[in-house]
């Protein structure tokens, strides 16, 4: 590691610990409500965790555990105090950076990865989450050493120590919990042996398994970390307009001919059939409904491919700053997409790994909700493929010299 390089680690170092203690300031959104959005049900449920030792979903059947928990042990620790949880999300943000570096110098060189370093550091998604309380920050460092591991870590203990990471990520993000089974497949392929995806899958399976059968045995029905039904109706109904409507159960739904509020719609008093009333009514919302549903499907991607969310503001300025930014994310987008497509030529395994990992992740995009929040345990990869594209031309620049 050079000079430069440790230079560049401590520049970032200082800024991500910096920045925790100060979101609150410099977040427009936070400044505020420093407790916003799932930040105000993440710290309910982790602070009465703490506090009197009670687990409780207060969101449906759609919190995953993993980041709850850690939030529950920096309680117990240092009390009641969301800064000391953003002081955490540093350290993981710093732990998602490290793994980032380790993965583009793997695949690209020194460079390269600074220049992942670099751009990772200060790519707005990846440094603002560490102010808001949210599951995507133990996310990301999982994503990264995950693939890293799934890449580099090819020994019985490497591949079952990778199934434990994607364990903890279907733990921390329950819509990843299928792409263990996508990444046993693909690492049958790399691998040409059934051991490797099985010590994968067998470690991944034993990992969720414990809460598995707790949550199930605590609502009396197979809970698979997770429920998607209310989430689905959520973002596929009359009202949706891409993203998730923070008055969904106020609306007003027109399903089957007949209208209710949504509350009304969902009236059961057990989580498990009100999640089922959930899903019935989106798909059948969908069946009836199509070509709406398919205009939604084009909200939601042009959701998540705007830098903060599609906004029309009043102000002229604002809307400039908007179109600018956006302009500037969709160059590292398709810098991105360079750099992967790049990348085939020498690391086609990597490559295939992280489409398919980009693919599920648009996936339950479509499926569910657009944003830079659903897309942010993908943006490592493509910072990853941001650098390397730039890495590219400039190669190609300095061969046409």
Do not use: C
């Amino acid at each position: 590691m050079s000079r430069a390089t440790h230079w560049l680690w401590l520049t970032v170092m200082a800024l991500r610990l910096a920045y925790a203690p100060l979101a609150t300031h410099l977040d427009p959104l936070l400044r505020a409500n420093p407790l916003h959005g799932d930040a105000i049900l993440h710290d309910q449920m982790a602070w009465r965790l703490a506090s009197i030792g009670e687990y409780r979903l207060d969101k449906g059947l759609m919190t995953a555990p993993a980041y709850i928990y850690l939030m529950a042990g920096v309680y117990a620790l240092a009390g009641h105090a969301p800064i000391a949880v953003r002081l955490l999300n540093a350290l993981l943000g710093l732990l998602a950076l490290w793994g980032l570096w380790r993965l583009t110098h793997r695949l690209a060189g020194e460079r390269a990865a600074n220049l992942a370093l670099l751009l990772g550091a200060l790519h707005p998604h990846m440094l603002m989450i560490t102010g808001w309380l949210y599951t995507e920050n133990l996310a990301l460092p999982l994503v990264v050493w995950a693939v890293y591991g799934l890449l580099a870590w090819r020994t019985s203990w490497g591949w079952a120590a990778s199934g434990a990471l994607l364990g903890l990520l279907a733990l921390t993000r329950a819509n990843f919990l299928p792409f263990v089974a996508i990444a046993g497949a693909w690492l049958l392929w790399r691998e040409r042996n059934w051991r490797p995806p099985a010590l994968l899958l067998t470690t991944a399976l034993l990992t969720v398994a414990p809460y598995v059968a707790y949550i199930s045995a605590r609502y009396g029905a197979f809970v698979p970390i997770g429920r998607g039904g209310y989430v689905l109706l959520w973002a596929n109904n009359e009202h949706a307009d891409g993203g998730y409507d923070p008055h969904f159960l106020e609306r007003t739904l027109t399903i089957g001919g007949e209208t209710k509020t949504t509350r009304e719609w969902l009236n059961a008093t057990d989580p498990i059939e009100r999640d089922r009333q959930a899903l019935r009514l989106a798909l059948q919302w969908i069946r009836e409904n199509p070509a709406q549903w398919l205009g939604l499907l084009g909200r939601k991607i042009a959701l998540t491919l705007s830098a903060f969310g599609l906004q029309n503001p009043d102000n002229r300025g604002v809307a400039a700053a908007l179109r600018l930014a956006d302009g500037v994310y969709w160059l590292f987008l398709a810098l991105a997409g360079y750099g992967l497509w790049r990348l085939r030529e020498t690391h086609r395994a990597f490559v295939w790994l992280a489409v398919l990992f980009l693919g599920w992740t648009l996936l339950t995009i479509l499926l569910y909700a657009g944003g830079s929040r659903p897309l942010l345990p993908a943006q490592p990869l493509l910072t990853l493929g941001a650098a390397a594209g730039i890495g590219a031309i400039r190669q190609r620049r300095q061969a046409q010299i």
